[in-house]
C-alpha cells in the first residue's frame, strides 16, 4: 500500500496525498508535539512536514517507507521552526534595545502599550489569565501551574496558547510581554 500511495503521490495524484495526510497527520502531529511547548506551534510545523512532502513529491523514491520520510521531514522542519525562533528573540530583543534606547517618546509609546496589553489581558477569563500571569510573568513551569491550578498539563499549555493567539491577534508583539512583565513585577 506505500508503494501505490506514493507512486499516486509521485503523480500528483491529491487523493493519495490526502489518504497519507489521514493515516500520518496525527503521528506527525504527535512526534513534533514533544518539541514544542504550544499546541499552535506543533500544528504549524505538522502543515510543513506535508507541504514539503508536496513539494518534493517528485523526488520520492516507491521504496521507501512513508514512515521514514515524514519522520527526517519533521526533523528538518523542527530544526528550522527552532532557527526561525532563535532569529525572532534575536530581532525582537535588537528592537527592544533600539526602542528603549530612544528619548521620553518611547516611554509614552510604553506606556500606551503597555495600557492597551493590560486592557486585553482584563478582557480574557479570569482563569485564563491567571494561568497566563503565573507563566509568563511569575516564569512557573506547565507542571507547576497544573499542579496550583488543578488541572493537566496540556490543558495548561492550550490556555497559555490560546491567551498568545489573542493577544497576537490584537496586534501586542513579543517584546511587549517583556515591557509588561517587567513593569509588573517592579509593581509588586
Not at 101 to 106: F, G, K, L, W
Not at 116 to 123: A, C, G, I, S
Not at 156 to 184: G, M, P, R
Request: some cysteine.
Amino acid at each position: 500500500m506505500n508503494t501505490i500511495l506514493i507512486t499516486g503521490l509521485r503523480d500528483g495524484d491529491d487523493s493519495c496525498f490526502k489518504e497519507i495526510y489521514e493515516l500520518y497527520h496525527f503521528k506527525v502531529f504527535c512526534f513534533v508535539k514533544k518539541y514544542t511547548a504550544q499546541l499552535a506551534d506543533a500544528e504549524d510545523i505538522t502543515q510543513n512536514v506535508f507541504i514539503h512532502l508536496w513539494k518534493y513529491r517528485a523526488k520520492i523514491e516507491p521504496g521507501i517507507a512513508l514512515d521514514a520520510i515524514l519522520f527526517k521531514s519533521s526533523k528538518q522542519e523542527i530544526s528550522k521552526w527552532y532557527k526561525k525562533q532563535n532569529k525572532i528573540i534575536s530581532v525582537e530583543y535588537l528592537q527592544l534595545v533600539k526602542e528603549l534606547d530612544s528619548s521620553d517618546e518611547v516611554d509614552e509609546n510604553i506606556s500606551v502599550k503597555m495600557e492597551k496589553l493590560e486592557m486585553l489581558l482584563q478582557q480574557i477569563p479570569e482563569k485564563r489569565r491567571k494561568i497566563f500571569t503565573l507563566h509568563k510573568f511569575e516564569e512557573m513551569s506547565y507542571k507547576e501551574i497544573a499542579l496550583e491550578m488543578g488541572m493537566s498539563q496540556s490543558a495548561v499549555a492550550n490556555q497559555i496558547s490560546k491567551t498568545l493567539q489573542y493577544l497576537k491577534k490584537n496586534s501586542v508583539k513579543s517584546y511587549e510581554l517583556y515591557w509588561f512583565a517587567l513593569l509588573f513585577i517592579n509593581q509588586y
